[in-house]
């Protein structure tokens, strides 16, 4: 009887998708001795691209269910994985603390009631006379910002990751293609993946990790499954103040719901994910930084050094992300609108156990 090991040496394995997700998918299976085929078209263009890198997993408010569950898990597995990815990168890791903050006094009260009633040694309230506080109110010339901070939360930078991922797949001798998928279907136990300029690439199984694009592949009527596009989008910002040092500010934090990184002394990224569509808005700007009733006046002031967003998808009707084995040796891993990349590590396990026991 052949071992599993060899089984799983000769099975083929086409992932569709290049983002933090498809990757992540390649490199636990490639761990595990399968041969991976990464096939995306745009890889520079996928929507991890536009990620910010906040992991927002202690500090969720819903503990239970199975995105907690999910985010539990990933919270266990990203310090096992960093130390494992520092051999391709020795600074890659995750910056902490995370801070969620808030001018809304009722939101302030759910943030006190979820630390109080989950007795968390990782989380702690923020009052105005908290040291972060004050900076934060002396930078954004206001006194009514309170929140919570997560020794546990934090961030890591996307496109390190992504670098940092794209050298252990090349050590690794990972395939990868650049054709568009636009027909998947099996024949003699065989998943037959055609380009757009029609090659065929022949597949024990294939992993949909391509967002809005996975059910063009799938018959989603017959699936139930609906995905809704979801923007996110960030842009750096110039400050020319020498009243505001942002670096005084800490490393990341959340005003609510603009997600806000300071960069250097005079520069700081601002983003968010929350529009149902495909482009940004002609106001772009204004949209970002409206978080406060009133702006400080170095941040009405800054100018735009860089922009960008990316398309992701939401689930319409189920929870998120979208974790399914639709059919034998084809499985949907997509719909990661927020959180992908705190994500990736319980998900990847995930499929990893479907594939094993597929192969068993």
């Known amino acids: 009887m052949k071992s599993l090991k060899e089984n799983f040496q000769k099975a083929h394995i086409v992932i569709i998708g290049s983002g933090i997700i498809g990757k992540f998918n390649a490199l636990e299976l490639s761990e595990l001795g399968f041969q991976v085929t990464i096939i995306d078209p745009s890889e520079l263009q996928n929507s991890s691209y536009a990620a910010l890198g906040l992991l927002m997993g202690n500090m969720y408010q819903k503990r239970r269910g199975r995105s907690w569950d999910l985010r539990k898990q990933s919270i266990e597995l990203w310090p096992q994985w960093i130390t ?35 007795n968390d040694q990782n ?37 390190s990751l992504l670098q940092t991922l794209d050298k252990y797949l090349k050590h690794k001798k990972i395939n990868f293609s650049e054709g568009e998928i636009i027909k998947i279907r099996k024949s003699n136990n065989k998943w037959i993946s055609t380009t757009r300029n029609n090659q065929n690439i022949k597949s024990d199984m294939v992993i949909l990790c391509n967002s809005l694009k996975a059910i063009d592949l799938i018959d989603s009527i017959s699936h139930n499954i609906t995905l809704k596009p979801v923007l996110g989008q960030a842009m750096e910002i110039n400050v020319n103040d020498a009243e505001v040092d942002l670096l005084s500010l800490p490393k990341q934090f959340n005003i609510n719901g603009k997600n806000i990184i300071p960069k250097s002394k005079n520069k700081l990224i601002i983003g968010s994910t929350d529009e149902y569509s495909t482009k940004p808005e002609e106001n772009t700007f204004e949209k970002l930084t409206n978080f406060l009733d009133k702006k400080p006046n170095w941040l009405t002031k800054g100018k735009i050094s860089k922009k960008w967003y990316g398309v992701r998808s939401r689930p319409d009707g189920e929870p998120s992300p979208i974790m399914k084995n639709l059919e034998d040796g084809l499985i949907i891993c997509t719909g990661f609108y927020k959180n992908g990349i705190l994500l990736a590590p319980a998900c990847s396990k995930w499929v990893a156990n479907e594939i094993k026991n597929y192969f068993s």
């Not at 890791?93 to 989950?118: G, V």
């Not at 004050?134 to 496109?159: L, Y």
């Open 84 to 118: 494992f990815l520092q051999k391709f990168n020795s600074e890659l890791n995750i910056e902490k603390p995370l801070i969620q903050l808030t001018t809304n006094e009722e939101k302030f009260k759910k943030l006190e009631k979820f630390i109080y009633e989950n």
């Open 123 to 159: 989380l702690r309230i923020l009052e105005r006379d908290s040291i972060f506080i004050k900076n934060i109110n002396k930078a954004f010339q206001t006194n009514n910002i309170k929140g919570m901070i997560s020794f546990k939360d934090g961030r890591i930078n996307p496109f």
